[in-house]
Every structure is written in C-alpha cells, then in structure tokens.
C-alpha cells in the first residue's frame, strides 16, 4: 500500500474558522495514525478573495495548536519535507503545471474552450428561467446554445484564440450518466450527471479553477486521503470526473467529506455572526481584518489552552466509541479513527467548551500555571515569588475557567478594600464582632499556624461557644477576604500568614464597623 499522504488546503481568504482547524486536526490524526504524512498547501487560486495576512494566520495557528505539517507551505526547506519532493505548495506559483493539464483535457475531449461573454451568460440562465428549466447551468443541454469549441467550427475556434478573444475552459461532463464513489464517512454517493455543470477548470486570467488545481495537485502530490468538509460533497463528482478524464482513476484519493460544524442554538452552520451574538470566538487566534482594523476574537488570547481547544474540537463529529472525553493530541493520535466520525452535523457547545478548559487547567501543575499567572499578576502590578503564586494557583484552579480568572483571589495578594454586601446583610449580625474577637484570640495562640490546626482549633472554638459554620465561617471569610465565598479559608489563613491574619481581622472589623 502507498504510505498515507493527506492535506489541508486552505484558502487565503481570511481567518480560519474553527470548522477549518478541525479540518487540519483530522487530516493530520489520520496521516499520524497510519504513519503517514500531512502536506499543507494554500489554495490561492482566486486572487481576487485573497486577503493580506491569511496565510501567515493560518500558519500560526496550525502551529499553536501543535498540528504541525510534515511538508509543504511555510516549513523551512532545512526542514524534512521543506523544501518538498512536491512543491511549490502555493498554487499562485503552480499556473503553469495547470494549464498543460487544462490543454492535455482538450487534447483528449475531455474539456473544451468556451466563448460566451458575461452577457451572453446571463442571457443564458434567463433564457433557461423562461423555458422553466430548473438547473439554469451551463451543460450538456444549454452548451449546445452557446459559443463553445463543441459548436463552432474547429477554423472558428482558431481565429477566436489566434485573435486573442477571452475564454475559459470547460470540463465536458456526459450527458446521461451515473456518477458513483465510495466516501469514507458517507459511504456510497451516487449523483446524475445531468445535475452537474461543465464546471470552469481554467479562468480567462490564466488561472485554474479551484476544482482543476485541487484534482492536478492531490494526484502530483500523491495525496491518498482527501478529508475535507461537507461543503465540498457537492464538488466531488466533479473531482471523480476529472480523475477519470486523466485516465488517474486507479491513484484516485479517497474521499472524507466531514460533517458540519451547527450553531449552538437553531440550525445551519456555525458562522463569526453567531459568536459575535453569543460571546464565543469562531477563530483560534485573534483576527485583525487587514481593512477594517476590526479584531475578532481568538480561542487563545480568551485563554483557552490550545490542549482544550483541540480536545473540543476532536469531538465536534467523532466520538471514540466509549464515554471518555478528554484527549490531549498525542492521545487523539492513538485513538482517532475515521469511521467513528458522524455524518450528522454538529452542534457546537461553548459551555461545553469552557469545561474542557477548566479540565485541563486544574490537571496543569501549580507551577506551570504560576509560570503563566505571573505576566498578569505583573500587569496588575503584583510581584510575588514563584513558590506564592503556586500556591495561590492550587488553591484556586478548582474555580476558574481561564488563568486570567484567578485575578478573583486578588485578596491573596492584597488585603481587601470593600466587604460583600449580601454576606453582610445576610451573616453579620450584632454580636458577630465580638465572636470574630474571640476567634481572632484563638488564632492568635496557634504555634505552627498551618490549615491542618487553623482547622481543629477553628472547630474547637464552635464547640465550646455551641456556635454553628454558618453563623461563623463566612463572616470571618468575609473579614480576611472580602468575599462571600472562595477556597478553604483554612488554606487561606496559611497561605497569608498569622500577621496578615490577624491585621486583616483588626482592619475589616473596624471598616465595617464606621461604614
Ligand atoms: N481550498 C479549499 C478550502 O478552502 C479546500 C477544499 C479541499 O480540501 O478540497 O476549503
């Protein structure tokens, strides 16, 4: 068997969508899984959609999220499979391999060169509107009406190239006839010629079609396995067609046509409008638009790990088959496969994507989380030694969702300001200050003032005055922290030391006293 060999094939014509970095994921687990290769090409055919800026996004994404191509576009030529067997990797610099290809398929029939003005075009489909033709493509049918190599006479057609009349060139799809493939996910598609258009393969400005630099690279670069979205499905007779009329049926890749990614709410496909409407990036790093100055925002810069990101979005059409969840990359690489990927759409979850986060955050070590806590804590003009900041980041890793969350423990660095209003008014009472006095004795006698005795004191202390949790804890939370609630306040206490303690119990019951 041939070593595996997929692709992803972008388009530089914005940001890549999330749907797009599944795309990647998948082509990249299936040629890992089966010791194959993951080539990246860019598909700049249409210059006209290209935008500044693309393609190096796609880079940095792809390389954020550790999908890292073993070949092709942006992977230095030192690299293994750099400079590529098979390059170029970008198809603006490939137009000539294409139209050799494009005369090769007028040579054979298989295409033919077409002369009808954009006028005539439209004259065309309205003509076809008229005689209730549902189609309105340009076909087997219609092309006899139009001025074509397969109307006119071969002295006509001459002319018109010799004298440089515009044209493009049309694949010549049969007239009645079944089109079949197998698809890895779909299984057997069958679609009738007469529901396919003589597609453009080569653009009057000298440029391939999408659909002939697609068909010409995948076979010149021995790709095995097109894995690609749903909205390709429509593309692929086409493709199938074109393979034949290259007489490159038996190396024909596979097809993998991946279900979509829905909106969260409602049907169809997910779009930037619908994270703009429900507070949840669509791309994985921020986006600049190059014209608008506008900034969409990114998986990354919100604070997602790309470990979640990618574990997310791994389960977004495939399942393993059993209920686990939580994949980090090296994990999906032994457990994907290409047959647990559903047909169905699916529908994408944020809730669900933030506890992915908060999954993988509070299995991150205390140290590593303080390594990327403490540029924030800088920002915020906090400057504490690593050992601080890592306790901090155990005690309070159980209830964030992001690192940039734990700014919410702000009392572990600085003695707090304001007072929670509902525990005031619900927990202090009269004789509250009085109770807080005789806790902050006790505290006062702790010798080794760790929670383990903070804690057995702490209850010793209800015992003896037959006082309950509730009327206690949240109001000494309350004076040491400010908050209504948070982690152990045992856990607390050590951490900030009995000074800062007892200091914090002397201050807040003097504020809420005068407030
Ligand atoms: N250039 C196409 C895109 O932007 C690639 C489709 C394919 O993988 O064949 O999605």
Known sequence: MNKVRTRFAPSPTGPLHMGGVRTALYCYLFSKINGGDFVLRIEDTDQNRYVEGAEEYILESLKWCGISPDEGFGIPASQEGGGGEYGPYRQSERKEIYSKYANQLIESGNAYYAFDTPDELVEMRERLKQAGVPGLQYDAVSRTGMKNSLTLSAEEVQANLDNGVPYVIRLNVPENEEIRFHDLIRGLVVVHSSNIDDKVLFKSDGMPTYHLANVVDDHLMKITHVIRGEEWLPSAPTHVLLYRAFGWEESRPEFAHLPLILKPDGNGKLSKRDGD?????????????PESGNVSAGYKEQGYFKDAFINMLALLGWN?????????????????????????????DPDKTKWFQEQYLRSTSNDELAALF????KEEGI???IDYVSKVCG?????????????NGMYLFKAPTEYDEKTLRKK?????????????????????????TIEVKFKSFLEEKELGFGAVLPNFRLLVTGQGMGPSMFEICELLGKDEVISRINSGLSKIANA
């Open 277 to 289: 409407r429900l507070g949840f990036p669509v791309f994985p790093l921020n986006w600049t638009d």
């Open 428 to 452: 202090w009472k009269e004789h509250t200050p009085a109770i807080m006095q005789d806790l902050k004795d006790i505290l006062l006698n702790i010798e080794t003032f760790n929670a383990e």
């Open 374 to 377: 403490m540029p924030i804590l």
């Open 383 to 385: 400057e504490k030694s």
């Open 320 to 348: 393993p088959g059993d209920n686990r969840e939580l994949f980090d990359l090296k994990e999906l690489v032994e457990a994907f496969t290409i047959e647990r990927v559903n047909k169905a759409g699916a529908k994408f």
């Open 395 to 407: 005690l309070m890793k159980e209830r964030v969702t992001f690192v940039k969350d734990m700014l």
